[in-house]
């Protein structure tokens, strides 16, 4: 079946830091990808998504680009602040089958 | 976009009790779906839940256990049944957007649910 592998956390970046945190998949055909991110407290945020090979999504800085030969969706942000410190998801899917989650990666953005 | 309420949004409970957590979303929405995220873990779908028939059930999830109900398009329930410690995680509530793309979902601030 479909799966999401994304880098363990948590990932701890001092803030104007880059980061990239890794996101590969196993799927038939060729999904929709998202990046979902769950700030302290509150429920889970769609961040961007990409719905087709070489599709770049980005929102608040952050980017992300659907590579089908590596099957990838790395998210990157050139200059991260304290605020971007939350639970990073990469999912694959959605519509009427649902999403598969990566376990998500925890990032903390030291000041 | 959609707005999701969930309540409660935690509960502590004893085991072999059941607690039902309730969905409301502020548009009509056709598809609804309930996911399980486990104390470090990843989010896993336990069931559709679709205006007009019957919940689908995912892998490891059966309807006794969880029971689900979806009386119009814009409500549904989801109850976890006979709990016991291994229950223990945080649900929550998704739906596909209303309008514009349509494999884009949305999602409740989840139930914070601890079984003793």
């Known amino acids: 079946g479909d799966s999401v592998t994304q880098m363990e956390g948590p990932v701890t970046l001092s803030e104007e830091a880059f980061l990239t945190i890794n996101c590969t998949y196993t799927?038939?055909?060729?999904?929709?990808l998202f990046w979902y991110v769950q700030y302290p407290g509150e429920g889970l945020q769609l961040l961007l998504k990409a719905t087709k090979a070489d599709d770049k999504g980005s929102n608040k800085g952050f980017e992300a680009t659907y590579r089908k030969e590596t099957t990838s969706f790395h998210l990157e942000k050139g200059s991260v602040q304290v605020s971007d410190s939350a639970v990073y998801f990469c999912a694959l899917g959605g519509g009427a089958d649902g999403l598969t989650f990566g376990k998500g990666t925890h990032l903390i953005i030291q000041p | 976009s959609a707005v999701i309420s969930q309540k409660p949004s935690r509960d502590i409970c004893q085991r072999g009790t059941s607690l039902t957590i309730q969905c409301q979303v502020d548009?009509?929405?056709?598809?609804m779906f309930w996911y399980r995220q486990q104390p470090g873990q990843s989010l896993t779908l336990i069931a559709t839940a679709n205006q007009g028939s019957e919940a689908t059930y995912e892998s490891g999830f059966v309807i006794d256990k969880f029971p689900i109900s979806r009386p119009n398009l814009t409500f549904s329930t989801l109850t976890v049944s006979n709990m016991s410690p291994e229950d223990s995680s945080i649900y929550l509530c998704?739906?596909?957007?209303?309008?514009?793309?349509?494999?884009?979902?949305?999602f409740g601030a989840g139930t914070r649910l601890s079984v003793l």
């Open positions: 799927a038939t055909g060729y999904p929709s």
């Open positions: 998704s739906v596909v957007a209303p309008r514009g793309a349509k494999n884009i979902q949305y």
């Open positions: 548009s009509q929405v056709t598809m």
